[in-house]
């Protein structure tokens, strides 16, 4: 059986090591977005998931830039800038489609703008897989 003083101060420690962990993750980690799908008035949320899709774009162009200059003038580098021209050109088409379901009606802005941010999220995942990658890690290319 522990002792009550040793028990105090091995909760201190704990205590100590948790805040410390979540004071680093909270740093670390992008400040909470606005929820666009809780806003009540309708242009305010339209423009709220235009200004997510224009976010995350941006991201994603600092991303794949980061990617091509760590690649340099390497066979993947082509691979890469062929694959960002294919995803802008996916992008568009797809949500051009998405839009088109409810072409003439109001929604059809809200509807692409949601399509942009989604589709610009998921490739900004792609992207900071092979920023971040570890070597060892399949599917990646680790900077040596």
């Not at 205590?15 to 909270?26: D, K, R």
């Not at 989604?118 to 990658?133: F, N, P, T, V």
Request: aromatic fraction near 8%; charge should be neutral.
């Amino acid at each position: 059986m522990i002792n009550s003083k040793r028990a105090t101060s091995l909760r201190v420690a704990l205590a100590a090591a948790i805040s410390g962990l979540l004071a680093t993750a909270s740093l670390a980690a992008d400040p909470p977005a606005r929820d666009c799908n809780q806003v009540q008035d309708y242009k305010e949320m339209v423009e709220c998931h235009r200004l997510d899709a224009e976010t995350n774009i941006a991201k994603v162009t600092a991303a794949y830039e980061l990617l091509m200059k760590r690649l340099g003038s390497s066979p993947a580098a082509e691979k890469l800038s062929q694959s960002q021209k294919a995803w802008l050109e996916y992008q568009s088409s797809y949500c051009d489609f998405m839009a088109s379901a409810n072409e003439g009606g109001s929604i059809v802005h809200l509807i692409r703008a949601q399509c942009y941010a989604g589709i610009a999220k998921s490739r900004l995942h792609e992207l900071e897989y092979q920023i971040d990658c570890k070597q060892g890690y399949f599917g990646c290319f680790w900077q040596r």
